[in-house]
């Protein structure tokens, strides 16, 4: 296991379009996390899953993110009716247990144009 | 509300020198403290990370110092490297399901000079 892999590394789509991405955590990480970077900034957490349970998605930006991780395995993030606003780098984080080392992904880039 | 402040927004340390770079937080509930070194383009990786339990932690050329009453920490970097140049994230994080995720500053954009 090579840690935390995002795919893709860059997705371009136009505004209105809907894009998926995914996240496969290291090996028995029974947390995952999404966060999104805008320019200068720092990570923002999303939402986080314990298992495949989504505990926590109060921090989603709006109705249009939506998130899962069936089987407790992968997860996958959903943004629908993409705005230019949406523009980031989208982060994924796994992590043994609550309040200990996270591991992030290479993250993917989001353009809307 | 910002509820973790670092400072300085950037900053540009001679090769061999003493980087410093300093954060404060607000909420009390945190107990555990990470900081994450990233490139450009890359995801933030880990650098080393500490609990209200101990005032300082070494790894390698990286310390952490830590002051409970304060409310703040900061990080190290000694001997310097033009390798090192990258930005710097500070987070803090607590206890109790972690609902929160981590908590991260705005980053100090970390520049060596050789």
Not at chain 1, 75 to 98: F, H, K, N, P, W
Not at chain 2, 31 to 60: H, M, N, T
Request: overall charge positive; some cysteine.
């Amino acid at each position: 296991d090579t840690g935390v892999s995002q795919n893709p590394r860059h997705k371009i789509t136009k505004r209105g379009q809907n894009v998926t991405f995914r996240c496969d955590p290291i090996s028995e990480h029974n947390r995952l996390y999404w966060y999104r970077q805008t320019l200068g900034q720092g990570p923002e957490f999303l939402t986080y899953f314990q298992n495949e349970a989504q505990l926590e998605k109060s921090r989603l930006l709006s109705d249009r993110f939506s998130a899962e991780r069936p089987k407790g395995s992968f997860s996958t993030l959903e943004i629908q009716r993409t705005e230019q606003g949406d523009s980031a780098m989208y982060l994924c984080a796994s992590s043994v247990q609550a309040n200990t080392e996270a591991f992030f992904g290479q993250g993917t880039r989001l353009t809307v144009v | 509300q910002q509820q973790v402040k670092q400072s300085p927004q950037s900053l540009i340390v001679q090769k061999g020198g003493i980087s410093i770079i300093n954060c404060a937080y607000e909420n009390t509930a945190f107990d555990y403290f990470p900081w994450y070194q990233q490139f450009p383009g890359k995801g933030p990786a880990l650098l080393i990370a500490i609990r209200p339990d101990v005032s300082e932690k070494k790894e390698g050329r990286f310390t952490i110092s830590f002051n409970k009453s304060a409310k703040q920490f900061s990080l190290h970097i000694m001997d310097s490297q033009p390798g090192d140049s990258a930005t710097y994230f500070c987070a803090a994080s607590r206890e109790g399901g972690g609902a929160d995720g981590l908590t991260f500053g705005k980053g100090t954009h970390l520049i060596i000079q050789p």
